[in-house]
């Protein structure tokens, strides 16, 4: 009868054990990100370790992230928004406080990270990715020297140029090009760079945002401008493609984590956010997404040859 009993308490304790090691264990857990933005083995390993569901959901756009979260301001646990948008978010009451108590691996990161302009302090938002902004070209087809933004409105590439689809960078450029600063406020500088876009268009083949890797790769136009990283895939996918950033400077995007001041499950958010941000967890997505890592000790697991 004894043995009897102590085999059946075996695994009663098994469960508490397991219980206290996930204490959010069945929990679903809501994820925004952007498409292909992740190692999906990185959400298998956080679900083992954790016991929490994650539900996956993706964006092409910040614009379109936005809408989404203020029609459904509750429906989201965890977003990857870019610094613009996050500050946006942040004037406007729609980002959680987070708690760097239950975020022990944000220590991690590289120190001029920590306090973006956009986001003193780091109190609503924490770095995932970072990169530039440049143009991608085909090497069989742009023969000349490309270090500044005017081949972007070059008619010998008419029908051949891709324009990211994305308003604030798109606009970014258009400032640079004509010498002002990507973040004026002056209306004047604002309508010359819509003057400039509008002067653009005839030429695009399109706006563009993940339709550029299809395009690129194969093939089917000489210029794009889009993000470092991604241009880095496409690069491993066509030996013939290339990237540059113009003499006349560009700018760095950042894309961090933030939890919506409507989420549902904050405790488990927290626990998101720092899994993503463990060395191992980093390094594995930069290696699938070619982003540049925020994290200090990911940084040192890196391969310098590849």
């Given at each position: 009868?004894?043995?009897?009993?102590?085999?059946?308490?075996?695994?009663?304790?098994?469960?508490?054990?397991?219980?206290?090691?996930?204490?959010?264990?069945?929990?679903?857990?809501?994820?925004y990100n952007w498409y292909d933005y992740i190692d999906e083995a990185v959400i298998d390993l956080?679900?083992?370790?954790?016991?929490?569901?994650?539900?996956?959901?993706?964006?092409?756009?910040?614009?379109?992230?936005?809408?989404?979260?203020?029609?459904?301001?509750?429906?989201?646990?965890?977003?990857?928004?870019?610094?613009?948008?996050?500050?946006?978010?942040?004037?406007?009451?729609?980002?959680?406080?987070?708690?760097?108590?239950?975020?022990?691996?944000?220590?991690?990161?590289?120190?001029?990270?920590?306090?973006?302009?956009?986001?003193?302090?780091?109190?609503?938002?924490?770095?995932?990715?970072?990169?530039?902004?440049?143009?991608?070209?085909?090497?069989?087809?742009?023969?000349?020297?490309?270090?500044?933004?005017?081949?972007?409105?070059?008619?010998?590439?008419?029908?051949?140029?891709?324009?990211?689809?994305?308003?604030?960078?798109?606009?970014?450029?258009?400032?640079?090009?004509?010498?002002?600063?990507?973040?004026?406020?002056?209306?004047?500088?604002?309508?010359?760079?819509?003057?400039?876009?509008?002067?653009?268009?005839?030429?695009?083949?399109?706006?563009?945002?993940?339709?550029?890797?299809?395009?690129?790769?194969?093939?089917?136009?000489?210029?794009?401008?889009?993000?470092?990283?991604?241009?880095?895939?496409?690069?491993?996918?066509?030996?013939?493609?290339?990237?540059?950033?113009?003499?006349?400077?560009?700018?760095?995007?950042?894309?961090?984590?933030?939890?919506?001041?409507?989420?549902?499950n904050v405790d488990e958010a927290h626990e998101y956010i720092n899994f993503m941000l463990e060395?191992?967890?980093?390094?594995?997505?930069?290696?699938?997404?070619?982003?540049?890592?925020?994290?200090?000790?990911?940084?040192?697991?890196?391969?310098?040859?590849?």
């Amino acid at each position: 009868v004894e043995a009897a009993a102590e085999s059946a308490a075996e695994p009663t304790e098994a469960a508490a054990e397991e219980s206290a090691e996930q204490p959010y264990a069945g929990t679903t857990l809501t994820v925004y990100n952007w498409y292909d933005y992740i190692d999906e083995a990185v959400i298998d390993l956080f679900e083992e370790e954790t016991g929490i569901n994650v539900e996956y959901v993706n964006f092409t756009t910040n614009e379109e992230m936005y809408a989404k979260l203020e029609a459904t301001p509750g429906a989201y646990d965890v977003l990857f928004p870019s610094d613009y948008i996050i500050e946006r978010l942040i004037k406007e009451d729609m980002l959680a406080e987070l708690n760097y108590d239950n975020m022990p691996n944000a220590a991690g990161l590289m120190e001029w990270l920590k306090s973006p302009d956009y986001d003193e302090g780091g109190k609503h938002s924490v770095a995932y990715m970072w990169g530039t902004v440049g143009y991608l070209y085909n090497t069989t087809m742009v023969d000349e020297p490309v270090d500044s933004w005017d081949i972007l409105w070059d008619e010998k590439y008419s029908g051949n140029i891709l324009m990211i689809g994305n308003q604030r960078d798109a606009i970014a450029v258009a400032l640079k090009r004509l010498g002002f600063s990507m973040n004026t406020t002056s209306e004047t500088e604002l309508l010359g760079a819509e003057n400039e876009l509008m002067k653009q268009k005839e030429l695009l083949q399109a706006y563009v945002m993940d339709q550029s890797y299809n395009k690129m790769e194969g093939n089917s136009a000489a210029l794009c401008l889009y993000y470092s990283g991604d241009a880095l895939a496409m690069m491993e996918n066509n030996p013939d493609l290339s990237f540059a950033v113009p003499d006349e400077g560009s700018n760095y995007y950042m894309d961090s984590m933030c939890i919506p001041k409507n989420a549902k499950n904050v405790d488990e958010a927290h626990e998101y956010i720092n899994f993503m941000l463990e060395a191992e967890s980093g390094l594995r997505n930069c290696e699938e997404v070619y982003g540049s890592t925020p994290n200090k000790e990911t940084f040192k697991l890196l391969d310098p040859d590849s």
